[in-house]
Nanobody, 124 residues
Framework: QVQLVESGGGLVQAGGSLRLSCAASGRTFSGYTMGWFRQAPGKEREFVAAINWSGGRTYYADSVKGRFTISRDNAKNTVYLQMNSLKPEDTAVYYC?????????????????WGQGTQVTVSS
């Protein structure tokens, strides 16, 4: 079992930045692919970014590429999402998730552990 706790969300103006953190506890963190997903009101949950177990490979949704950066610190059991140049359309609840697969990282159904989410609101 892996427990995930997100933090760092909040209210920010368009063009601003936030850094989300996801702290993991329980089973070996370094063995999991970690992903960030988001869900806006009335919309389905969507893939944002993912990082493989070593941090050597990262994946991004087209909508955030060049603005968001995912990273991880296995020594601290933490994964991060640095979000720059935020837009109102980035407003959503952001979820951290862990997967024990190394492929098809955009599929939420392959993630077996989820955090409770943190709200990000970007004002125009």
């Amino acid at each position: 079992q892996v427990q995930l706790v997100e933090s760092g969300g909040g209210l920010v103006q368009a063009g601003g930045s936030l850094r989300l953190s996801c702290a993991a506890s329980g089973r070996t963190f370094s063995g999991y692919t970690m992903g960030w997903f988001r869900q806006a009101p009335g919309k389905e949950r969507e893939f944002v970014a993912a990082i493989n177990w070593s941090g050597g490979r990262t994946y991004y949704a087209d909508s955030v590429k060049g603005r968001f950066t995912i990273s991880r610190d296995n020594a601290k059991n933490t994964v991060y999402l640095q979000m720059n140049s935020l837009k109102p359309e980035d407003t959503a609840v952001y979820y951290c998730a862990a997967s024990n697969t190394q492929s098809r990282v955009v599929l939420s159904t392959l993630y077996i552990y989820w955090g409770q989410g943190t709200q990000v609101t970007v004002s125009s």
